[in-house]
């Protein structure tokens, strides 16, 4: 019984610690749970705690990314044993970062003291999420850092970025335990540290580290709406295009008009004829800035944003989506994966550094869908802009987790940049973000709606712009191996005495 409960325990506080994000937002689970984890970890040899920490991941992962199953099953015809392969085996894949970031922590700090748990813990979590960021082509989902995005510890967002809250996560986590557990001068001591970096986070959210450039623009967010099952069916090309066409005849009256990703899946220039129906649709003052597909010379495609109207520019889509928009090893794999039947699976990337779009007088960095997750690639896009814009077709996600998880992360691309963000999706979730994270205007999912709004360009760099989240990283680093040189210097002392 007690080894049964040695393996739910670590799995249930991976499940719990999701409800710390979108849709529950119990942002204190995502401080308690780790910090428990570490509590179970250090009475454990590292293989034990390596076991542990899979579990803890196998939960988390495993509620966190089940929309993974929805977007395989539901939208790409697979059948359901292949869908539970694929989901089965990318929450393994990622269980295996916490079950290393549990055998680091015990390999590296066998006996570890009062401040070593409290500095070092956090520190390799930060490390293995940041390694989840890149290694094959990156996963970044679910940073603990994003479930601080509407709490007073947001104020820190500008300043350490989403790693530096995911590190504050665990470290306040560790301090609430030790309040909560501990007994006198223990307890203040904890209890103080709470407080002091409640208030500092709190003050730092009335820093206003960037200002309004004075561009002040009425922004109009089409949702169309259109079933994952007819976008790419040729037969409704027109009928799609006359929808967002329609709905854009009645926002008329705003200056920016915003359609989401793959919103003319005619592929440019073969659409043509119908961005020369949009451009006589519009007045003189209006701009329209859209999703589309565009051809390359070797019959390959680009998931592109494009402008008409009152600006200029294009931007092809960087950070593809691995099994969505290409094929992994596609000459290993043969046919196999054409199971997948993915509308989308032969796009190649654009350069990672491209121009922002003119849009009347604002300059904006683009995003496209899972761009946005994608911490340094944002602050990348924001370097030269005034706004934001990630544009996204959301319906793969199904009725899940997933678009709500989603929009919370672009909550914070706003709060770390000190920018407008807007972001137009297919069916959800629609909104404008100001640059404290704050949503200003949100679209209620799974309807056709015009979402109207105001943004205004920002100038300036928060710390963290400046920094970079490499500075971060680097910190977290420094802490690690510090504490591994103070641990061997003190044996070495010992060694000598003896």
């Not at 250090?42 to 705690?49: D, W």
């Not at 939208?75 to 680091?104: E, K, R, W």
Request: aromatic letters at 14%.
């Amino acid at each position: 019984m007690k080894r049964i409960l040695n393996n739910i325990v670590p799995l249930l506080l991976g499940v719990v610690t999701v409800m710390a994000f979108a849709p529950w937002n119990w942002f204190v689970l995502a401080m308690l749970a780790p910090a428990l984890l570490e509590r179970r970890l250090v009475q454990r040899t590292a293989k034990q705690a390596a076991w542990q920490g899979f579990l803890y991941g196998f939960g988390f992962f495993g509620l966190g990314v089940s929309w993974v199953f929805f977007s395989i099953h539901d939208y790409s015809n697979a059948p359901i044993i292949i869908g539970f392969i694929i989901t089965l085996s990318l929450v393994t894949a990622l269980a295996g970062f916490i079950a290393l970031l549990a055998y680091l922590y015990r390999r590296l700090f066998p006996m570890p003291g009062s401040y070593t748990r409290l500095f070092c813990f956090p520190a390799l979590w930060v490390l293995l999420e940041w390694s989840r960021a890149w290694f094959l082509t990156g996963f970044p989902w679910l940073f603990l850092g994003y479930s601080l995005i509407d709490t007073p510890l947001a104020g820190f967002g500008p300043v350490m970025g989403v790693y530096g809250l995911s590190y504050l996560c665990i470290f306040m986590g560790i301090l609430l335990i030790r309040a909560i557990t501990g007994t006198g001068k223990q307890t203040i001591k904890n209890t103080a540290a709470l407080i002091v970096f409640l208030i500092a986070g709190f003050c730092l959210q009335l820093v206003n580290w960037t200002q309004p450039d004075g561009n002040v623009y009425r922004v109009a967010l089409i949702q169309g709406n259109i079933e994952q099952e007819i976008k790419w069916a040729p037969e409704k090309f027109q009928q799609n295009f006359l929808t967002y066409l329609d709905m854009t005849e009645t926002a008329q009256q705003t200056d920016i008009i915003i359609w989401p990703e793959a919103a003319l899946p005619v592929p440019l220039p073969y659409g043509q004829p119908f961005i020369e129906i949009l451009e006589e649709t519009i007045s003189a003052n209006n701009t329209v800035v859209f999703g589309a597909i565009t051809t390359t010379e070797n019959d390959m495609f680009h998931n592109t944003v494009q402008v008409v109207g009152k600006g200029s520019g294009e931007y092809e889509k960087y950070h593809l989506v691995p099994f969505g928009e290409y094929i992994p090893f596609y000459k290993l794999l043969g046919g196999a994966m054409d199971l997948l039947q993915l509308p989308m699976s032969f796009t190649v990337p654009g350069a990672r550094v491209q121009a922002p779009l003119q849009v009347q007088d604002w300059q904006m960095g683009a995003l496209i869908c899972y761009e946005i997750v994608f911490p340094s690639l944002s602050l990348s896009r924001a370097q030269d802009s005034d706004i934001l814009l990630t544009i996204s077709n959301d319906t793969w996600f199904g009725r899940s987790l997933g678009p709500l998880q989603h929009f919370q992360m672009s909550q914070m691309r706003a709060l770390e940049t000190g920018r407008y963000l807007v972001r137009a999706t297919n069916n959800g979730i629609s909104g404008i973000v100001d640059p404290k994270g704050d949503v200003v205007a949100i679209a209620e999912q799974y309807v056709s709606t015009t979402l109207v709004s105001q943004a205004q360009g920002m100038h300036g760099k928060t710390p963290i712009m400046r920094v970079t989240h490499y500075a971060v990283l680097s910190l977290m680093l420094l802490i690690i191996v510090a504490f591994c040189l103070k641990k061997r210097y003190k044996t070495t002392i010992r060694d000598k005495l003896l």
